[in-house]
């Protein structure tokens, strides 16, 4: 991926949960679209932005930091956001490349007619033959640098064997020894999560893992919108970001035209909220050792909260069952949601909780954990009275006289 | 003798929790009948918007295999369409010599008494409390940290009634021929945590004692 020099700098942070700031080139950067098809070459110059995304995860001060790379053209020409790392790309036709700073490409998305779908990077030299392509290539002043679709055009091409930029001018990778490996076309490849080798090899212990949602590898799950976590969002929901207003940073680096709405939510991955809540049911166990009589469904959400959010999450400290759903029902960092998009959105990485206030008594509150629904119920962890499951259908949570009167929440 | 001193000590215990209580009888016996008490006896919860029939055998156990009174027998089933929910059995009969004398009816479903209470092993609690009268105790699912139906069917010679359905948890339960005292609790208790980690009991336990105090079960 295309790596340069970065100074006009515009920071954007979000107070909570974590912090991002953007870095935009500071340079001039171009795209082209190149494509062949029925024989009929066409190549069509289009815009393309880049983007430093930094975010600070505040529960362990971690920092990760990646390339967004945007290209392509908006039928509305008045939308800029489309080159926004969160922007609009309802009317966008293009690319987006994740990539490391180091120039590992990380993910692809192409959009167009409203729908984004992955795309899988692959060297132009390869690629070039009598059959139909696409792709596109990237230029700024004085570099022509391609990237995206095509290899990277410095000479060095990516081995999916040793993850590294070498040359293959022996026929085989200069670091590894391995043969080349043709990405694209009509195969799929999939790639190990953990060190990014091709699957076939990868050596990491337990992995290639199997997806929490569908069980398998590689995921057969739909495509999950990045923004609102709905699989089968077609990129409307950025069109409604939907800021949180009370998590509002300050400019700290001086105003840009980038999207003021910088953040991906709250969302984290669906294995952070499993952990979370295996976490969270541990402790409630570990500090009753009386077993498990005692309700505790308070504690354990709270807990499960922290896990996700961090130790400074309080806002669920001090409450009982009640007062938490209470909470969540008048909060702006709180959304309601129907239950049948609370599995979803649970196995997407939202933090994602149902409850129930008893108006006569102590309520109930549980985390929709991720998983598969059984027999139409979401999964949840639970540490009421009788409890300390980490998922179980939410039919076991709440009686059938009270299943009506559950709400479902997401934490945005 | 280690049997022995553990069985004076349950008794022991068990006297020094009811020794001085009054309580109240949750039911009375008329000639061979078994009179109960509607204060005693809520009603189970039936979700009647889906067909519950036929109903899905899941057990049969002789309770009694044979006696003056007949040949007791345990039979329990699922609602139709219930496999999916939570407990063992929504439905719970009782047969006499093979012919049904009562059947009781959840849609919450029971548990295993023994998945809440870690003394027991069993899915409820069968006690001989005399000759001819018997205990059988089951615990309904327990949903939202609420206190689920503790429910005390009475044999009684010929006879098998509900004598005691009410929503409290079993604190514990202690049982042997001719000896039942149960701890109940008729509320939620719930802990509140603090940012430092301390847990605080917001509600206090509203406990209650239910035993066997020789000819008759009582509640206090």
Redesign the interface.
Known sequence: MLLNSLSKKSLQFQQYPEKYFVLNAGFKLGGMFHSRANGEVKNTKVTASMRLIVEKFNDSDSVRYFLVTIVGYDKDEKNVAPFSYMGSRKNFEGYMVISSVEGEPLWAYYYKDETRRYAHLHSSVKEKGDSDYMGFSLYSQGIATKSGSYSTGEGDEWCYSCHQYVNFNSGVCSNCGANPIEIGGDDEYFFCPKCGLIIQNCTCPNLPSLCPVCGGYPCTCPVACPYCGDPYCNGECQNNPNPDPGNGGGDNGGGNDDNSNENNGNENDATTIANAALTAVNTVIN??PS?????????GV?NAFKAVYGNSA?EL?????NTIVQHWRNSSKWESISKSQAQSYANNGWFVVAG?I?PN????VVVIVPGTE??GWPVCMDT????RTTSQ?L????????RNDVGYFRYK | MKKSVLFLTICLLCSICTFGQTGEVIYSISGNDIVTKSKFIDSFYIDNSTSLTPYVHKETVTLIPSCSYGVFTLRLSKFNGYEGEPGICNVIEILRNGTQILQLANSNGFAKISSYINTESNDYVFVALSNDTYALIFTEWIYSSQPSMTTIILIHKEQAKLVYNKPMFINSITHQTGLLNMILQSNTSEYVGDSAGNSILTTSPDIHTLWWDGSVLKFQ
């Open positions: 500090s009753d077993g498990t009589k005692r309700a505790r469904c308070n504690e709270k309080t400290d001090n409450k009982n069952a129930w008893n008594g102590s309520g109930h059984i027999n009421g009275a009788g409890m259908g039919n076991y949570s709440f009686g059938r006289d009270k």
